[in-house]
């Protein structure tokens, strides 16, 4: 089993910055990948970054050029800096996991969501 913790989500002014965390602990093996995805309401679910065990990365449409996802592998954590937010981006994010965590090789884990929310 692997826990994901999220943290650092809240309110934010439009122009402004946020950096989400993700803390993975439990039982699990490297390699691993870890992401963001979120969901507004009425709308679906969508990437917003997923970075490899060795520091890939991708980014949902639009948001490369704002958003920067990183990974600290001594900490089992990834980080999500959010900068020059839009209302747009008002969201309840969740963390992702996928690796292997001794019951099968790539199995998927979820946070429980952390709200986002920008205000104009």
């Known amino acids: 089993q692997v826990q994901l913790v999220e943290s650092g989500g809240g309110l934010v002014q439009v122009g402004g910055s946020l950096r989400l965390s993700c803390a993975a602990s439990?039982?699990?093996?490297?390699?691993?990948?870890m992401g963001w995805y979120r969901q507004a309401p009425g709308k679906e679910h969508e990437l917003v970054a997923r970075?490899?065990?060795?520091?890939?990365?991708n980014y949902g449409t639009s948001m490369k050029d704002r958003f920067t996802i990183s990974r600290d592998n001594a900490k089992n954590t990834i980080y999500l800096q959010m900068t020059n937010m839009n209302p747009e981006d008002t969201a309840v994010y969740y963390c992702?996991?996928?690796?292997?965590?001794?019951?099968?090789?790539?199995?998927?884990?979820w946070g429980q969501g952390t709200q986002v929310t920008v205000s104009s």
């Open positions: 992702n996991f996928v690796g292997n965590d001794g019951l099968a090789t790539a199995r998927g884990y």
């Open positions: 439990g039982s699990f093996f490297r390699p691993y990948s």
């Open positions: 970075i490899s065990q060795s520091g890939t990365t």
